[in-house]
């Protein structure tokens, strides 16, 4: 029998909101730094730096989803 923590249903929700972290922070800042570029015309600097908050912030949303799986080390 497979007891609560080691369900593969568990194990797929984590895999999606990982997915759902990455993929919307890097799509997001994408769209965003587009529409901001377009807006003042500066359309390269506000991609890039979009794109990067986008990915930190995605990579941020993982760590704190995983953190719990991760443990302390203190038992």
């Keep these: ?5 080691r369900s593969p249903w568990r194990a797929m929700a984590l895999v999606s909101i990982i997915s759902s ?4 922070g890097t799509v997001g800042g994408v769209f965003l730094g587009l529409w901001l570029g ?6 390269p600097f506000f ?7 986008g ?11 995983v953190e719990p799986f991760l443990g302390d080390g203190k038992e």
């Design 21 to 24: 972290y990455v993929v919307g």
């Design 47 to 53: 991609l890039i730096t979009c794109l990067l908050l």
């Design 55 to 65: 990915l930190s912030t995605g990579f941020y949303g993982v760590y704190k989803a």
């Design 38 to 43: 377009n807006q003042f015309g500066a359309k």
């Design 1 to 5: 029998m497979t007891d609560g923590k």
